[in-house]
């Protein structure tokens, strides 16, 4: 996008602004966001969490926010949610609540692909698997949780996993 997606306005707020809202309207006690601009950031009320290397994608920022949330249920969402939906945030929550063996659960968009950046996460089960993974040398997220049991959810309405690659695909005033 040529700019940081957290900060871009989609109705009038910043990205990372509306879902933090939306998470916290599910149910979370405490958000952060990790790596951006600490400065804007935490003016949104969004206590930043060092990225140790930023650019080093999403296992690292998954990495990065199970350290500095665990040992509980944490949900790891992306900044560039389109249309942030408290259910769809909740229903993932709630799965891995019911699942004890599993260390993530993943919606799964209308193609029946992963969504590895809506996910709640175990901290105690996934972060020392993921972290080896990075130390590895390993990048993908999706490669980094062999040997993990994941586990997959159905049912997520489509609308609350869209994020935004692309100018087109923001709504208003983005």
Do not use: N
């Not at 692909?113 to 105690?124: E, F, G, L, N």
């Not at 999706?142 to 049991?149: D, P």
């Amino acid at each position: 996008m040529g700019r940081d997606k957290a900060l871009l306005l989609v109705e009038g707020r910043p990205m990372a602004a509306r879902v933090a809202e939306a998470a916290r309207a599910a149910g979370a006690t405490q958000v952060v966001a990790v790596g951006g601009q600490e400065g804007a950031l935490e003016a949104l009320d969004l206590p930043v969490v060092p990225d140790p290397h930023p650019g080093g994608g999403p296992l690292q920022a998954v990495v990065g926010a199970l350290e500095a949330l665990g040992p509980g249920i944490v949900l790891v969402l992306a900044c560039d949610l389109v249309h942030p939906d408290p259910a769809a945030m909740a229903t993932t929550v709630d799965a891995l609540t019911g699942a004890p063996a599993a260390a993530v659960a993943l919606p799964l968009d209308d193609r029946g692909r992963r969504q590895w950046v809506h996910a709640s996460w175990r901290p105690t089960m996934a972060r020392p698997v993921l972290a080896e993974a990075w130390r590895r040398g390993e990048r993908s997220l999706h490669r980094a949780v062999a040997g993990l049991v994941v586990l997959d959810v159905r049912g997520v309405e489509r609308t609350g996993l869209l994020d935004a690659d692309r100018p087109e695909d923001l709504p208003g005033d983005g």
